[in-house]
């Protein structure tokens, strides 16, 4: 099973991105295939013009579209939250 998992906190280090790479390794333990992106590699002009032939909009999409399941990570107040998608099974 692939998992995608997306950190998208403004500030490295940060909560959430302890979070996930927690959840990295348990995944990774588990024989799972894990993927990360991170927001802040993302190109900032390519998403405000919504250009999705950037290659880093391209990279991110074909991640997405791999990916059984999705996690995604922010920061909210003092706390880190994380939120998981995919088929129930």
């Known amino acids: 099973m692939s998992f995608l998992l997306i950190a998208g ?3 490295q280090p940060s909560r959430s991105a302890t979070l996930l790479k927690q959840a990295s390794l348990q995944l990774a333990r588990a024989q799972h295939h894990v993927m ?3 927001i802040r590699a993302l190109d ?5 013009l919504a250009d999705c032939s950037h290659p ?5 999409t074909q ?9 995604i990570a922010c920061n909210s ?4 939250h994380m ?3 995919g088929p129930q099974t």
């Open 9 to 11: 906190s403004p500030t």
């Open 36 to 38: 990360r992106l991170d």
């Open 44 to 48: 900032s002009q390519a998403l405000v």
């Open 56 to 60: 880093s909009t391209t990279r991110a």
């Open 63 to 71: 991640q997405l579209v791999q990916a059984w399941h999705h996690a």
């Open 77 to 80: 107040g003092p706390w880190a």
């Open 83 to 85: 939120s998981m998608s």
